[in-house]
Antibody
């Protein structure tokens, strides 16, 4: 069974850097094809994909936030870390990590761009 | 980026009714790379459908996804009390992956 859980500060001040950790179990980030995504849900933009880190340390980021984001992994600890710089009030919301979708068809493993499962999320408020 | 527009914004129905939710893309989503999620208050989204029409593990068969290119539909054949929630569509054909703004399914 795959599970993920986000952790980190609930309150950050404007201009500060946010660091969130996703701790997971039930899979290894050293297995070919595996990826962990970060997604957030804010009142202004609903659900927004932030980025993904793959088993081979390749990373992809949302173009609109690329300059502020960094995603790293610690395979030995089963953790993925998201850092987001220069936080502002519009960044207030719930941050989720989610496993890259995977399905097995006739014994063949197919990785997809959907998200399954998700962690429970962590609410981050940006305020002075 | 691909913009997904969900309609209606809110759908008011009764248990036992049939629900039809729409998700339209401003560009063609090839290979039906579209997913649907259900989200209940205080919870993370849960995958219902991937590949436009494939049900995720454990999802009841009253949930059906259909469509292609720019028009996709999620149909719930007979609403159960636990189905009243917010539903999101998501495309994963192009980067960045994007979501619709959601449809709230409420009890009439």
């Amino acid at each position: 069974q795959i599970t993920l859980k986000e952790s980190g500060p609930t309150l950050v001040k404007p201009t500060q850097t946010l660091t969130l950790t996703c701790t997971f179990s039930g899979f290894s980030l050293s297995t070919s094809g595996v990826g962990v995504n970060w997604i957030r849900q804010t009142p202004g933009k609903a659900l927004e994909w932030l980025g993904i880190i793959y088993w081979d340390d390749d990373k992809r980021y949302s173009p609109s936030l690329k300059n502020r984001l960094n995603i790293t992994k610690d395979t030995s600890k089963n953790q993925v870390v998201l850092t987001m710089t220069n936080m502002g009030p519009v960044d207030t919301g719930t941050y989720y990590c989610a496993h890259r979708g995977i399905v097995t068809v006739f014994g063949i493993v197919i990785q997809g761009g959907w998200f399954d499962p998700w962690g429970p999320g962590t609410l981050v408020t940006v305020s002075s | 980026e691909i913009v997904l527009t969900q309609s209606p914004g809110t759908l008011s129905l009764s248990p036992g009714d049939r629900a039809t939710l729409s998700c339209r893309a401003n560009e063609s989503v090839s290979r039906s790379q579209l997913a649907w999620y259900q989200q209940k208050p205080g919870q993370a989204p849960r995958l219902l459908i991937y590949g436009a029409s494939s049900r995720a593990t454990g999802i009841p068969d009253r949930f059906t996804g259909s469509g292609s290119a720019t028009d996709f539909t999620l149909t719930i054949s007979r609403l159960e009390p636990e189905d009243f929630a917010v539903y999101h569509c998501q495309q994963y054909d192009y980067s960045p992956m994007t979501f619709g703004q959601g449809t709230r399914l409420e009890i009439k």
